[in-house]
């Protein structure tokens, strides 16, 4: 069992940054990609961002230029900086790992949601 617990998250003015973290637990063999999903109101969840193990990112369209995910292979733990937010950021933000809790046994894993408003 793997548990991902997140931080971070609030109300932000327009302009305004705001960080994500998560960190996983438990039975971790190694961790492959690590990543923030997003869920807005009414919509279907959405990639913001995935990191590989060895450093390779993808960004969504809509959030290159202003987010940046990196992580901490050694502490199990991913972070995305969320700067010059917009107001169509407003999500539920959920943090993934692609664990392998063995060399072959693999557990995709969620966290909680943390809350993002951007609002003036």
């Known amino acids: 069992q793997v548990q991902l617990v997140e931080s971070g998250g609030g109300l932000v003015q327009p302009g305004g940054s705001l960080t994500l973290s998560c960190a996983a637990s438990g039975r971790i063999f190694t961790i492959a990609n690590m990543g923030w999903y997003r869920q807005a109101a009414g919509k279907e969840r959405e990639l913001v961002a995935r990191i590989s193990k060895d450093g390779t990112i993808k960004y969504a369209d809509s959030v290159s230029g202003r987010f940046t995910i990196s992580r901490d292979n050694a502490k199990n733990t991913v972070t995305l900086q969320m700067n010059s937010l917009k107001p169509e950021d407003t999500a539920v933000y959920y943090c993934?790992?692609?664990?392998?809790?063995?060399?072959?046994?693999?557990?995709?894993?969620w966290g909680q949601g943390a809350q993002v408003t951007v609002s003036s």
């Open positions: 993934s790992a692609h664990v392998f809790t063995t060399a072959t046994s693999v557990e995709d894993s």
